[in-house]
């Protein structure tokens, strides 16, 4: 396969050929912004590469500069896949995801999609780590991303998702504006025990254990699980923790697409030295530090989600 690019050229978003889960003689490769695959299962290359570049430009859009290289190895037997991730000059994580069986055992189209999900939080998370020490060069830390306790919880799991896209974010969007008027403040959602460790969990330990990725989180992708007629009918209200991961989704694309990739590299920077991060809100040009201001700023931002179509 020849190279692709999320940002200049390349096969970009072709659909994947999802019946193409047999096992390969001879491991296949592709590449992207940010990125080089290798697997022995086609649908998992192409669904993984597909989402990776999506990944890559949601990361230039945050952060203003291209994630830095790494390198993924999808290695499929008929009953799992074992995922080894390396990015940068770091060791690297391995996890494995465990394949479900139709009727006749044979894998399920949708797996693909379901493991690309994990590849693509889990290289977020080390793009992220390695994004790190460009802001803060001084910095020697080896925690990742999930694990700087300096950064609002909010914050982590905000920018986390805001560059691991996923088309689920689409609904989360949807349903969040149409029950905009009963949202908790945004206030609640900046307290420091708003996410506790069983919150951040699912995300602090994604590269340890199998499906750690998508552990206790909504599962499905927007296709799936929206019927075209939702989009202009009822959807069902966001509860619990799923409400506060799409929230903090929301926020941080709100901050990011408002301020741009300065402002957000100055805020992650500030919270990661262990700064004032209510000052650095401060410096935004479009709404101020109050966190009722913000409050009131990201629900008219929200408004126009509801209904996407103008229906």
């Known amino acids: 396969m020849g190279p692709s690019s999320a940002l200049s050229g390349g096969p970009i978003g072709r659909a994947p050929d999802l019946r193409e889960a047999a096992l390969l ?48 190895r999808l290695t499929s037997d008929e009953r799992a896949v074992q995922v080894a991730i390396r990015g940068g000059s770091s060791q690297g994580k391995t996890f494995t995801v465990s394949l ?11 797996e693909a999609m379901r493991i690309a999900g994990d590849v693509v939080m889990a290289m977020s998370h080390e793009w992220l780590s390695h994004a790190i020490h460009d ?20 914050l982590r799991v905000g920018v986390l998702q805001g560059v691991a896209d996923s088309p689920l974010y689409e609904r989360w969007l949807m349903q969040l504006a149409r029950q905009r008027d009963s949202l908790p ?23 340890r254990r199998a499906d750690a990725s998508t552990d206790g989180m909504p599962k499905g992708t927007f296709a799936e699980s929206l019927p075209p007629t939702a989009r202009r009918g009822r959807l069902p209200a966001l509860e619990g923790r799923e409400r ?68």
């Open 25 to 72: 003689p001879e491991p296949d490769s592709t590449r992207g912004v940010g990125f080089t695959i290798i697997s022995n299962r086609r649908d998992l290359l192409e669904e993984s590469r597909v989402e990776l570049n999506a990944a890559a430009r949601s990361f230039e859009r945050m952060l203003g500069a291209r994630p830095d290289e790494g390198a993924i």
């Open 185 to 207: 403040p945004v206030a609640d959602l900046l307290r420091p025990d708003a996410c506790d460790a069983a919150c951040l969990a699912p995300f602090a330990h994604l590269a």
């Open 135 to 154: 802001m803060v060069p001084g910095d020697t830390s080896s925690a990742g991303w999930m694990a700087r306790e300096n950064v609002p919880a909010w």
């Open 244 to 311: 506060y991961l799409a929230s903090t989704y929301s926020l941080v694309q709100f901050m990011a697409r408002r301020e741009g990739p300065e402002f957000m590299r100055a805020l992650i920077a500030t919270a990661i030295t262990g700064g004032d991060v209510h000052a650095a809100l401060g410096t935004a040009r479009s709404f101020t530090a109050d966190p009722a201001d913000i409050d009131r700023q990201w629900r008219v931002w929200l408004a126009p989600f509801a209904f996407p179509d103008g229906q």
């Open 100 to 110: 479900g069986r139709d009727d006749r055992g044979r894998s399920r189209p949708a």
